[in-house]
Every structure is written in structure tokens, then in C-alpha cells.
């Protein structure tokens, strides 16, 4: 039905930068909101950021300033800048899709990528 690819993990110094991608597939009419969540060994799942379709965004204190939200409405891809990464931006960062209106009138409140590991080491 919706396949949320993520690419742009890996292995990066402190201080370094990476990008993060998603693209949402499948016949989607639109969605709501679009976000990157993380995990990190040990911790409960928490909110890096979102973006609304209209733009909004939002973002946890943690990365405030270091960590920008994009999306491409048209082609239901996100993206997520990271810069001055610390150790402590290790995790596996899930791609989110929420509000996702498909043809057929389906919907999916909440869709889930696979996650992709983010590793910064010191």
C-alpha cells in the first residue's frame, strides 16, 4: 500500500553533518504530516521533528538550531539536515507519514519506515 524508503544514515564525526531522505510511495493523494523519529539503545522512541504539509514545523529541544525539516509536497519526500551532530544524535531514525490519503478512499493514520542507522562517533 505506502512504502516510506529511507536513505542517508551512516556512520559520521562529531561535529559533521548528514542528511537524511524518505520518500513515500504508492497511490497516495496526500498527506498530512511528515516526521523523522529516533531510537536510541536503551531509550524510548521520541520525536526529532515534523513538518505539516502547509509548511509547519516543529522540533524537539534537543536538536533546536542544529537540525532542519524539509518536504517536497508533490513528491511526498522528506528530508532532514543534521549539523554539529554530538554522540548523543545516535540512534535509528525512523521516517513517519501521518494522515496518509490513498486512492480508493483508504486511510492510514501512522506509516513507519524501516529506520536507518545514524552512528557519531567522538
Known amino acids: 500500500q505506502v512504502q516510506l524508503v529511507e536513505s542517508g544514515g551512516g556512520l559520521v564525526q562529531a561535529g559533521g553533518s548528514l542528511r537524511l531522505s524518505c520518500a513515500a510511495s504508492g497511490s497516495i493523494l496526500s498527506i498530512n504530516a511528515m516526521g523523522w523519529y529516533r531510537q536510541a539503545p536503551g531509550k524510548q522512541r521520541e520525536l526529532v521533528a515534523t513538518i505539516a504539509s502547509g509548511g509547519s514545523r516543529n522540533y524537539a529541544d534537543s536538536v533546536k538550531g542544529r537540525f532542519t525539516i524539509s518536504r517536497d509536497n508533490a513528491k511526498n519526500t522528506v528530508w532532514l539536515q543534521m549539523n554539529s551532530l554530538k554522540s548523543e544524535d545516535t540512534a535509528v531514525y525512523y521516517c513517519?507519514?501521518?494522515?496518509?490519503?490513498?486512492?480508493?478512499?483508504?486511510?492510514?493514520?501512522?506509516?513507519w519506515g524501516q529506520g536507518t542507522q545514524v552512528t557519531v562517533s567522538s
Open positions: 513517519t507519514a501521518d494522515g496518509v490519503f490513498l486512492a480508493g478512499l483508504k486511510y492510514i493514520s501512522d506509516y
